[in-house]
Structures are given as C-alpha cells and as structure tokens.
C-alpha cells in the first residue's frame, strides 16, 4: 500500500506524462501568439504611410525654370518650399553677416551646399506660428512673416521679430547642374 500512495509512477496512458503535456501547452502557446499576431497585424500595418504619402517623400526639381534673383515655391510634403536663385549681392549680404548677434547662430556656407552658393533651399514656414513669410520684406533683404513680424536675412536666418529659429533647410542633394532632389 505504502508503495502506491507515495511516489508510485502512474501509468502514462493515463495522461500524466510530463513530457506529452510540456508539448501540448508549447504548441497551445504558440497557436494563440500565431493567432494574436495574425489579428495585430492588419492594425499595425495601417499604421504605415500611404502609398501618396511615400510618393511626396522627395522630389526632383528642375533650377533651369528658377532665373538669377527669383525663387519658386514648391509643394513639399504638404509645406511650402522655397527654392531661390540668389543673386551675387545677396550671397555677399549673406556672408558678410555670418559674424552678426543671431538668435539661431549660422553660418550662410553651413545653409547651401558647397559649390553652390547661389541655390539656397528653404522651408517656407516661419519658425513662430508656421505662417508663410514673403520675400522681399524687412530690413535684411530676406523674408519677412507678415502675420507677426517675424524678419529672415537673404540666408533664411532670424533677425528681427518672435521667431525663435532660422528658416529650416531641408536635406537635399544635387543630381546635375540643373536638377536638385529634395528630401
């Protein structure tokens, strides 16, 4: 009796094998984490940016359309972008102001890409409430944000006004003397 009741081996067609049972909850975890996944996934991938979306992530824009002193705005990923051809005074102003008491400290080589002086790619959003400045306002040549007061040098950099930030550039890259790909 004694050898029944107390650490006796009970019979495996029983169902008590440790073994088989080890196995049977493995694959019952992994049938509900396959299944939990299969659910998770259709709301995980909405997440993801829609083919649009992708389609505005860069663009490719053409500067033989943008004459010496002019600027183009593009749309780009929903905010506006300037693209500017600047003229030789403006690239002058620019540098010879590099060395000025600016809120956001930068210098007008470290805002164009090297070679390339005269193409200064900006976003056109004002660095205060998002409105878009015009050019050819202010005292510096530059922009300036009607809505605040907000006034950018022919660099895109703050001045004057409750702007706290220079105009943002963009990364972008050239791909010939006349294309630029932006973004």
């Known amino acids: 009796m004694a050898d029944t009741a107390v650490g006796a081996k ?27 996944a299969s659910i998770a996934w ?8 829609s083919a649009d979306t992708l389609a505005l992530a860069s663009i490719e824009f053409d500067l033989s359309k943008v004459p010496v002193g002019q600027q183009v705005t593009v749309k780009w990923r929903g905010k506006p972008l300037f693209v500017r051809n600047r003229t030789p005074a403006e690239i002058a102003a620019a540098v010879k102001d590099d060395h000025a008491a600016l809120k956001d400290p930068q210098t007008d080589a470290e805002r164009v890409k090297p070679g390339k002086a005269n193409w200064l790619v900006l976003i056109g959003s004002c660095t205060h409430l998002g409105c878009v400045p015009t050019f050819g306002g202010g005292a510096y ?14 660099s895109g950099r703050i001045r004057q006004g409750p702007a706290p930030l220079n105009l943002a550039v ?3 890259a050239f791909l010939s003397d006349t294309k630029v790909k932006i973004g």
Request: net charge negative; proline share 12%; with cysteine.
């Open 10 to 36: 009970t019979d495996p067609a029983q169902g008590s094998d440790p073994s088989r049972r080890d196995f049977i909850y493995i694959a019952t975890i992994a049938v509900a984490a396959g299944g939990a």
């Open 42 to 49: 259709p709301f995980i991938d909405q997440m993801n940016p």
């Open 141 to 154: 040549g530059g922009w300036f944000c009607p809505c605040h007061g907000s006034v950018y040098d022919t």
């Open 170 to 172: 963009p990364e972008y």
